[in-house]
C-alpha cells in the first residue's frame, strides 16, 4: 500500500490496483511510467531524521522504515537522527559521500541544514524534504509536509461549530515551542477561524515546549487564571499527556479539548467518550512513509499515477483532518504510540 492509506495511495501511486497493462497504456499515450508496488530498478533511499525523543518523530522513523520493507527494489540506509545541527550534518554528509540515489531527510532545523541539502542536488542526489523545510527551493527536488496553518484552521472550525451557539464562550490554547514557526502558524490558523465566530473569544494562551511536564506546568498556569471557559486547543497529543493530569489534578470537565498531531492514545479517549477529550487534528507521521514512496519513485524515473505530469510534485501538503467519535474508527490505524 503506497501514500498512507488505500484512498491516498490509489489516488497518487496506483497503491497495488494498477494493472499491468496501466504502464503499457501511459507509454502509448506518451505519459512517464507510473511507480507501483512490482518490482522495479533497485534504488537505495538514504533517511536522515531528528531524535525520535517524542512520539511523533518516533512514529515517523517507525513509518520511513516500515514503508522501505514493503519493496523489495528499496534499500535503506537510515542514520540515528539527531537534534543537534551539526551532527545531523555530518550524517547526511556521510549518506552523500555512499552516493546513495535519493535522499530523504527532515532537518532538526531546516534554515541550519539548507547548505546540506544543497550539496546533496549539487551531488546529483535529488532531496525529498520531509516537513520542517530548507530556506531554500533548490536545496530539494521535492517536499512533503503537514498542514500547520490548516491544523489550527481546522482546531478553530470545529470548535466554532460546537460552540456557535452559545453566548459568550470563551477558548484557551495550549500552543507548542512559540519560536518554531510551526507553532506559529497553528495559532494563525486557529485565531483565523474563531474571527468567524462573533460569539467566541480567546481568552488565554500559553505556550509548552512538546513535552509532557511542560503541557502538565503550562495547563496548570491556564487551569488557575481561568476559572471558567469552554474550549482548550491544545497543539500536540504527548504535551496534552501532562495537560491532561493537570486537568485531572485540578477535577475541571466543564470544557471540551481538541488535540494535536493524532496519537493513538488520545484516539482510544475520543472513541471512549468519558473525559475532556473529544478530537484530535491530525499531523500525519504516514507523510513519512509517503516521502519513501515519492523517493523510489524519482530513483526509477517514474511518475505518479492519476496526474498528467511525467514527473513527480514539487510539493505535497498533507490534509489535516479532525478525528471525531464519529470517524475515529477510520483513523486508529494511524494513530501513533
Known amino acids: 500500500m503506497l501514500f498512507g492509506t488505500a484512498a491516498a495511495g490509489a489516488a497518487l501511486l496506483g497503491a497495488g490496483c494498477t494493472s499491468n497493462k496501466s504502464n503499457d497504456a501511459a507509454e502509448a499515450q506518451g505519459q512517464a511510467d507510473i511507480a507501483d508496488d512490482r518490482p522495479g530498478k533497485k534504488v537505495t533511499i538514504g533517511f536522515a531524521g531528528p531524535q525520535a525523543d517524542h512520539g511523533w518523530l518516533n512514529a515517523i522513523n517507525e513509518q520511513a522504515e516500515a514503508r522501505a520493507k514493503k519493496y523489495e527494489d528499496v534499500t535503506l540506509e537510515a542514520t540515528e537522527g539527531s537534534n543537534d545541527n551539526a551532527q545531523q550534518i555530518g550524517q547526511i554528509e556521510t549518506l552523500i559521500n555512499k552516493k546513495v540515489d535519493v535522499l530523504v531527510v527532515l532537518p532538526s532545523d531546516g534554515k541550519a541544514l539548507t547548505q546540506v541539502g544543497l550539496k546533496a542536488m549539487r551531488a546529483g542526489i535529488p532531496v525529498v524534504n520531509l516537513d520542517r523545510v530548507f530556506d531554500s527551493q533548490q536545496a530539494y527536488r521535492c517536499w512533503i509536509g503537514g498542514d500547520n496553518y490548516g491544523m489550527g484552521l481546522n482546531a478553530g472550525r470545529y470548535i466554532g461549530e460546537k460552540l456557535k451557539d452559545k453566548k459568550n464562550a470563551k477558548v484557551v490554547e495550549l500552543a507548542g515551542i512559540d519560536n518554531l514557526e510551526l ?8 485565531d483565523d477561524a474563531l474571527k468567524n465566530y462573533p460569539n467566541i473569544k480567546k481568552v488565554a494562551r500559553q505556550a ?6 511542560s503541557g502538565q506546568s503550562k495547563m496548570a498556569q491556564l487551569l488557575r487564571a481561568e476559572p471558567k471557559f469552554d474550549a482548550l486547543w491544545n497543539h500536540d497529543d504527548d504535551q496534552g499527556v501532562g495537560a491532561e493530569r493537570a486537568i485531572e489534578q485540578a477535577g475541571r470537565d466543564e470544557f471540551l479539548m481538541v488535540g494535536g498531531a493524532g496519537s493513538r492514545r488520545v484516539m482510544d479517549a475520543i472513541k471512549k467518550d468519558d473525559g475532556v477529550i473529544k478530537a484530535t487534528v491530525l499531523y500525519p ?6 516521502a519513501i514512496d515519492l523517493a523510489r519513485a524519482l530513483g526509477q524515473g517514474k511518475g505518479i499515477g492519476g496526474l498528467s505530469e511525467f514527473e513527480i510534485p514539487a510539493s505535497l501538503t498533507l490534509y489535516s483532518a479532525v478525528v471525531t467519535k464519529e470517524n475515529v474508527d477510520e483513523y486508529l490505524p494511524t494513530g501513533f504510540k
Open 183 to 190: 507553532t506559529r502558524e497553528r495559532t494563525k490558523g486557529f
Open 285 to 290: 507521521p504516514t507523510m513519512a512513509a509517503s
Open 208 to 213: 509548552a515546549e512538546f513535552t509532557v511536564e
